[in-house]
C-alpha cells in the first residue's frame, strides 16, 4: 500500500505543493511546527531516509538546500533547521522548519493552527523563491 506521501505525490491527496522536480516533491506540513514548516521527500517511496542509495541521498538533501533557501526568503525566521525522525510516515522525508530559538524545533509542542488561505498564500511565496 502507498503511503500518505505517494498519495501527495501522485496527486490523489491535496498538498500545498511548494517544490517539485523529476525525483523529489516538497510540501507544507499540515500540521506545522511553525509557519512555512515543509516537508521534503522523494519521489521514489522508501520507508527510511539512510535506505536511500548514495546518490538519492545526496540529490534529496541538495534538493532540500534549495527548498531551504525559498522557505527562508519567504518565512521571517533566523534559520532553516532540518531534522529527519521518519517515524510517523513509512516515507523518508526532511522536515525543513523556520526557527528563531532552539526551542522552535520541539516537536512535541502544539502544532500551530494556520488557515488554508494562509497556507495557500505561504506555499505560493515560497514557490516563487524557488530556483
Do not use: W
Amino acid at each position: 500500500m502507498a503511503s500518505i506521501f505517494s498519495r501527495i505525490i501522485a496527486g490523489e491527496i491535496p498538498s500545498y505543493k511548494v517544490a517539485e522536480d523529476e525525483a523529489h516533491y516538497a510540501f507544507l506540513d499540515i500540521n506545522p511546527l511553525h509557519e512555512g514548516h515543509t516537508l521534503v521527500v522523494p519521489k521514489r517511496e522508501v520507508d527510511y531516509i539512510f535506505d536511500l542509495e548514495d546518490d538519492e541521498y545526496a540529490a534529496l538533501q541538495l534538493f532540500a538546500k534549495r527548498v531551504a533557501a525559498a522557505v527562508r526568503n519567504s518565512v521571517p525566521c533566523k534559520r532553516i533547521a532540518t531534522a529527519v525522525i521518519g517515524l510517523e510516515v513509512p516515507h523518508a522525508h526532511i522536515h525543513l522548519v523556520p526557527i528563531d530559538t532552539e526551542g522552535d524545533m520541539d516537536f512535541r509542542k502544539d502544532k500551530k493552527d494556520v488557515a488554508p488561505e494562509r497556507m495557500v498564500a505561504i506555499a505560493a511565496a515560497i514557490a516563487s523563491n524557488f530556483e
